[in-house]
C-alpha cells in the first residue's frame, strides 16, 4: 500500500511540476468559433468560481492567439449547434505562479471530451446534437478512444437518456456538478473541448425559420455506421445486411416476415384512433404491426424492433430520430397535426433524405378541424394559449396554418403541434399508396455507384479554318484513370466551351472520347475549353485543366 501511495504522490509531483513549469497548452483547429476544436494539455476547472482556467508560463502555448477577440463572441462552441449565446466557452487566465497561492490541483488522467449536450431531455437532440457529434469527434483524434472520459458542462442533471451518453466510451461521463467532487481545483492532463458539427443537418430555428442545414456534410453511410456501432454497444444482433444488398425489402425477404412499427407517443400529441389505424395498415398492406413506445420499452429493445422494420409510422416528433435504426429499403411516414405544414419541420424527412440513406419519406397532415383535439387549458409550453389576450387566442384559434416562425416559443405552433390527431384514414392511405409508388432502387446505394470519375487525361483540341466565317474546334481526351477498374452502367463526357471574354458558355454532353464542334465556332478566335467525365448521370467529376484553343 505505501507503494501505491509513494507512486502516486510522484506521479503527482511530476504532474504538478509540468503544470507549474510548462502551463497549459493550447492548440485548436477552425478559423472561426463556430468550426473550432481545442486540444488542450493541462487546462484547470476552478469549482469555485465554475471557469476554466489557462495557467501561462514561459512555455505555455494558445494557437489561436486571439488576444482579446477570444470574446468576440467566444473561443468556440462548446454543443453542436452552431453559434448559440447560451453554449460559448471561454477560459480564464492566470500566471502559473499563482498556483503557490491556490488549493492543490487534483490530475484528471484520462484523455477527456469537454462539451455541451443541448437539450438531453429529448431524443431527437440527444442523438442530432450530442451522440452522433460526440461519436465523430471522438473518431477524429485517435486518443479519445473508448477510454476516454466525457464532461458535459451544460449544467444539466443525467436526464432520461443517460444510458445513451454511456454508450460512447467505457468510462462514465462526468457532469458539471460532479466537478465540485473533484475539490477546488482539478487539472484534466489532456482534454479536447467543443464538438465537431461535420454530422448534423438540422437547425432547430434560432436566427431563421427551422429547416434542414445550408450546407449538410453527412451522408447516409456516416449516420449508418454510428447506429451500427451503437447497436454493438447495445448487444443488438441484426437481421443479416446481405439479405438486402441486391434488391427492396420486398424482394428478398419473405412478406409474411416483414412488419410495421407504429411510434406512438402517450402522453401528447396523440393519435386518438391508434387501433382502427393499425388495423387499416394490417389490411393495406398485408403486414403484422408492432407498436412501441418510450413510455413502455427500453430503448435498446425499441431499437431491436425497428431495426428489422419495413416501415416506420409516428407522429412528428423526437421519437423518429429512431429511423436512424431503420434498415435501407423501409419507409417513414410521419403524420403531422391540424395546421402543421409537413414542409416546415422536416428533421426526420431530412435524414430519411440523406444521400445512402436509402429511406423512403412520406408524410400525412390532418386538414379535417373535426378530427383535432386541442388543449388550449394547458400551461403554456405544452400548448397552452389561456394565458394569452383573448385576440390572440381568437386569432390562434381561427387560423388554419400555423405562419413561419422562429425557435422556440412561438405559441400558435406550440398550440398546435400539441393537437391530439384523429387520423382520416381514406386520406391516411391515399397518401400511403401514392407515396410508396415510388420506391427507390437499392442498387443506387452499392459502392461502385457511389465512386466520382477522376479528370479526363490528355485532353486536346485541334483546330481549323474552313472559310472567313467557319471553323472547327477538335477537342479529344482520354478515360479518367479509376475508371478502368470500375463497371460504370453509363459513362458520359460533359465539355463546356467559352469564347474569350465572353462570360456565357456553351455545355454538351457528349457519350464519346473526342467531337468536332462547327456550330458557332468562328474563325481567329481563342475559345476555352472545359471537359469533364459523368458517371450514370449524376456523379459529376472534376474539370480537367482549361484548353485554350484558337482557331
Ligand atoms: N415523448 C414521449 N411520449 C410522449 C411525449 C413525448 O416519449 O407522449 C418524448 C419525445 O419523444 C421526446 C421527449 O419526450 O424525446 C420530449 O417530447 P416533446 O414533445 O417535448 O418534443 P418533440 O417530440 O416535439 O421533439
Not at 43 to 68: D, K, Q, R, T
Not at 266 to 272: A, D, E, F, N, P
Not at 502 to 528: A, D
Request: proline share 5%; charged share 20%.
Amino acid at each position: 500500500q505505501s507503494q501505491e501511495v509513494s507512486q502516486a504522490r510522484i506521479d503527482y509531483h511530476v504532474a504538478l511540476q509540468a503544470l507549474q513549469e510548462h502551463g497549459t497548452r493550447m492548440v485548436c483547429t477552425g478559423k472561426m468559433h463556430t468550426d473550432r476544436i481545442c486540444r488542450f494539455d493541462y487546462l484547470c476547472y476552478c469549482s469555485e468560481a465554475e471557469e476554466f482556467v489557462f495557467f501561462h508560463s514561459n512555455s505555455s502555448v494558445m494557437l489561436p492567439n486571439l488576444g482579446s477577440r477570444r470574446f468576440q463572441p467566444a473561443l468556440l462552441d462548446l454543443s453542436s449547434v452552431e453559434d448559440h449565446n447560451t453554449q460559448y466557452f471561454n477560459f480564464l487566465e492566470l500566471p502559473a505562479a499563482a498556483l503557490k497561492f491556490m488549493p492543490k490541483p487534483v490530475f484528471v488522467p484520462d484523455v477527456t471530451l469537454i462539451l455541451n449536450r443541448f437539450n438531453p431531455n429529448n431524443l431527437m437532440h440527444v442523438f442530432h446534437d450530442d451522440l452522433l457529434p460526440a461519436y465523430y469527434t471522438m473518431k477524429q483524434y485517435l486518443d479519445l478512444d473508448d477510454e476516454a472520459r466525457l464532461v458535459f458542462m451544460e449544467g444539466w442533471s443525467e436526464g432520461p437518456h443517460f444510458d445513451l451518453y454511456r454508450l460512447l466510451s467505457n468510462k462514465q461521463p462526468l457532469l458539471k456538478e460532479q466537478l465540485r467532487n473533484f475539490g477546488k481545483l482539478m487539472c484534466f492532463t489532456k482534454s479536447y473541448v467543443g464538438l465537431s458539427k461535420m454530422t448534423t443537418w438540422y437547425q432547430y430555428g434560432f436566427v431563421q425559420p427551422q429547416g434542414p442545414k445550408a450546407n449538410i456534410l453527412v451522408s447516409g453511410n456516416e449516420i449508418r455506421q454510428f447506429a451500427r456501432a451503437l447497436m454493438e454497444k447495445m448487444n443488438i444482433t441484426r437481421p443479416e445486411e446481405a439479405d438486402r444488398d441486391g434488391g427492396s425489402v420486398e424482394e428478398e425477404t419473405d412478406k409474411k416476415d416483414q412488419y410495421i412499427v407504429v411510434f406512438s407517443r402517450s402522453t401528447t400529441r396523440l393519435i386518438l384512433n391508434e387501433a382502427e389505424l393499425i388495423m387499416a395498415l394490417v389490411q393495406e398492406l398485408q403486414m403484422k404491426v408492432v407498436t412501441v413506445s418510450l413510455e413502455d420499452q427500453s430503448f435498446s429493445s425499441i431499437v431491436q424492433v425497428i431495426s428489422g422494420a419495413a416501415m416506420l409510422v409516428s407522429m412528428h416528433g423526437a421519437q423518429l430520430i429512431t429511423s436512424l435504426f431503420l434498415p435501407r429499403g423501409a419507409a417513414v411516414v410521419e403524420l403531422f397535426p391540424f395546421a402543421v405544414n409537413p414542409e416546415q419541420y422536416t428533421p426526420y424527412k431530412t435524414l430519411a433524405s440523406l444521400p445512402g440513406m436509402d429511406l423512403h419519406y412520406v408524410s400525412w397532415r390532418n386538414t379535417v378541424e373535426e378530427n383535432t383535439v386541442t388543449h388550449p387549458e394547458r400551461p403554456w409550453e405544452q400548448g397552452g394559449i389561456a394565458h394569452l389576450e383573448k385576440e390572440e387566442q381568437e386569432r390562434i384559434l381561427a387560423s388554419k396554418d400555423v405562419p413561419r416562425h422562429l425557435c422556440c416559443r412561438n405559441p400558435e405552433w406550440l398550440f398546435r403541434i400539441y393537437q391530439d390527431t384523429r387520423v382520416d384514414l381514406a386520406s391516411f392511405l391515399d397518401v400511403l399508396r401514392e407515396g410508396m409508388k415510388s420506391k427507390p432502387s437499392l442498387k443506387k446505394s452499392r459502392a461502385a455507384s457511389i465512386v466520382h470519375p477522376g479528370r479526363v487525361r490528355e485532353p486536346q483540341c485541334q483546330t481549323s479554318v474552313q472559310t472567313s466565317s467557319e471553323a472547327r474546334l477538335t477537342v479529344s481526351w482520354q478515360i479518367p484513370w479509376n475508371l478502368k477498374y470500375l463497371k460504370v452502367r453509363e459513362v458520359k463526357y460533359e465539355v463546356w466551351i467559352q469564347e474569350q471574354g465572353e462570360n456565357t458558355y456553351m455545355p454538351y454532353i457528349l457519350p464519346q472520347q473526342n467531337y468536332t464542334f462547327s456550330e458557332n465556332i468562328k474563325p481567329f478566335t481563342t475559345y476555352l475549353v472545359w471537359v469533364r467525365c459523368i458517371f450514370n448521370k449524376s456523379l459529376l467529376g472534376p474539370f480537367a485543366d482549361v484548353l485554350m484553343c484558337r482557331t
